[in-house]
Each structure stands twice: as C-alpha cells, then as structure tokens.
C-alpha cells in the first residue's frame, strides 16, 4: 500500500480540499484508490435515546425489520463512485422472497459494468487501485475456471472448463465436441503427465494441507502452469481491464475508510428514519449522498495514518495511540521509531 500511495495525490495538511498531486516518473500514470464494501441499514435501527420522563421506558419494535443491502465504492479524489446520473452503488432487498442474497457473482457484474466504466469516463489517464475485503466470497473463482478439484476423474459432469495450455504452448481442448469435460486422467494423459494407480485426489490434498506434489491426480494437474494462473474472478475483471487490485487484511477493517463513511451515513439515517421500510428506501440512497467530501478524505487520512503505524511495527493499543497523537498529513514520522524514548512514551499510553 505505501508503494502504492506514492503514486497517488494527496490531500493538503492545512485544507482537506486542495489534493497534493504526486510526482510522477516519465510514462507512470496517477494511481487512485477505489475501496469498496458493502453494508445493510435495517428499518427499525434508530436512535437508542430519547427525552422522557424519568425511569420511562421507551417502546421499540422487536427486532430490526427489513433490511437494504448496500455495495458501493468510493476514493478520496471524487467521493462516490458516479459520473453525472449513473452509480456505481447498487441497493438491494436482501432475502429469500425478495431480492434474494448478494453473490460474488453480482459483485463481479457490478464492477464490470459499473464501477470500472465510471472509473474510466471520471479518470481517463489514471489506473484504480480496486480495494476489498479479504472476505472468502472475494475470493471465489469463475464458473469455467481452471480448478483441478471441480474436474472429475473420467470424462463427464456437467461442470464446464476455459481452455487450457499445454507444457509446449499450444491449446488444449477440456471438452469433447460433443460438450462432455475430459476428466482429469484424460487431461494428464494428454500432456504425458498420467501415473498408474493415481487417485483422483488424497486425504491431505482434501484438507489443503498437500505433503507432495505427486500424490493425487488433482494435486499433478493443480501445479501446472495454467491452473496456477488461475485467479478470482472480480481480479481477472479488474485486471483485463488495465487496473490493480489489493485485498485488506483480515480483521483490520480500520484500514477500509469507507467503514466510517458508513458510520457517518447510518448516523444520518437514524436521525431521519421513521421506522418503515417506505422511509428506509428513501432515506438511504440520501444519506449516502449527504456525506461531504472533505469528511471522506478525513476518514481516508486517518485509515493512512493507521498503515503507516504497522508498517513502523506499532500494534494494538500504542497504533492506535499513535494514530490519534500524529495527525500531520497521512503517515506516522519516523522518528517514532528511530528515538527509543518516544517508542516508550506510546508504549506507555
């Protein structure tokens, strides 16, 4: 991330709004962050105090209500993700009688004819840097990709497979023309890789915990060169269409400055809501629309501020110490670590 940051602008320490352009090398274009999440805001989740009189107890209804489900991207240049009408945001009624459930699948389509053309119409000469959580559905892969385990041993299933390539460079069909997979042995056979008395995959192999590479069929097949080069799906979409993609650590939804963003619109929300679903639809496309700029680049300054505290070693409390002591420009000096005595006064916190 820090390489990264030196290629993207910044913004000023005095004024939020006025962004610091970097200096780039001849031919090296502007990098801009694009974090994304998703988030849901519930119709009954409002304000838990109220004026009464004293030992009253407010009436609230049971549980949260119906929900919407929000997947949005946003940066610190622009704010949200949009060019004039058109979003990158996409709201939906999550549930099994409704809109159903939010698939890595929609995801990937979001991005492709989404938040990738946005991108591109608002920041024609600049490469997005696509940030997501490290969650496992962010990581799912294509339905025709190259995955040894989807492939059965002879030929036939009804699963369906990309092209492969073979050790000599040339293309290997996975199908037969009548549309029926090869199956893994076939596919060995092919590339002069089958041993007798292979099976299709072993007990280690089954607990991704692989002691050899010869040991199972799925194991030989899953090291070649094209099945190697497999990649999700929403990276394979990013990086087609000539930008980056990073994945947050897990567990450090600090570093995600959108997570305040959705604090600051969920704080809005409350303060608007009436309790109906009817006002939650209208109230959320609006409140994600009311967070400033300036308060978006406050919140991206200080999630900087926390990378540059890991990456000087600072963990835990004495982090995030030094995240709220330091607030000058996006990162923590370096004297926090050179001078011993200023490590031990935070550590002291």
């Known amino acids: 991330m820090l390489q990264l940051e030196k290629l993207m602008a910044k913004p000023n320490d005095d004024d939020v709004m006025v962004m610091i352009e970097p200096d780039l090398p001849p031919g090296t274009k502007k990098h801009i962050l694009v974090t994304h999440d998703e988030c849901c805001f ?23 209500g119906l929900s919407l489900h929000v997947s949005d991207f946003i940066t610190d240049v622009g704010g949200r993700l949009k060019f ?14 409704r809109d159903g459930w939010w698939k890595c699948e929609d995801l990937a389509k979001q991005v492709e004819f989404k938040a990738i053309p946005i991108f591109n119409k608002l920041y024609p000469d600049a490469v997005g840097v696509f940030a997501f959580d490290n969650a496992k559905s962010h990581g799912a892969f294509a339905k025709n990709a190259l995955i040894a385990e ?30 029926r997979p090869k199956g893994i042995k076939i596919v060995l056979e092919e590339r002069g890789l089958w041993q007798e008395g292979l099976f299709r995959i072993c007990a280690q192999c089954k607990e991704h915990q692989p002691t050899r590479d010869n040991c199972c069929a799925v194991r030989i097949l899953s090291l070649q060169d094209d099945f190697k080069a497999t990649k999700p799906v929403i990276q394979e979409i990013v990086e087609r269409h000539g930008h980056k993609i990073i994945f947050y650590p897990k567990f450090h939804c600090e570093l995600n400055f959108i997570e305040r963003y959705w604090g600051a619109a969920k704080r809005w929300t409350r303060e608007n809501c009436d309790y109906t679903f009817k006002g939650l639809e209208r109230t959320v496309p609006e409140a994600l629309d009311r967070i400033p700029l300036d308060q978006i680049r406050r919140f991206s300054r200080k999630s900087w501020r926390f990378i540059s505290a890991y990456s000087h070693g600072l963990t835990g409390l004495t982090a995030n110490y030094a995240v709220k002591k330091y607030k000058s420009h996006r990162r923590i000096p370096d004297s926090v670590v050179d001078d011993p005595d200023v490590l031990e006064k935070l550590h002291q916190q």
């Open 42 to 64: 519930y119709a009954n989740d409002g304000k838990k105090t109220f004026w009464g009189p004293k030992g009253h107890q407010r009436l609230l209804k049971k549980g949260t």
């Open 150 to 179: 989807r492939m059965n041993m002879n030929p036939g299933g009804k699963s369906e497979f990309r092209d492969g390539v073979m050790p000599d460079g040339s293309i290997q069909k996975m199908h037969y023309e009548d549309g």
């Open 84 to 97: 004039g009408d058109e979003l990158a945001c996409e709201i939906i009624k999550p549930g099994t009688n």
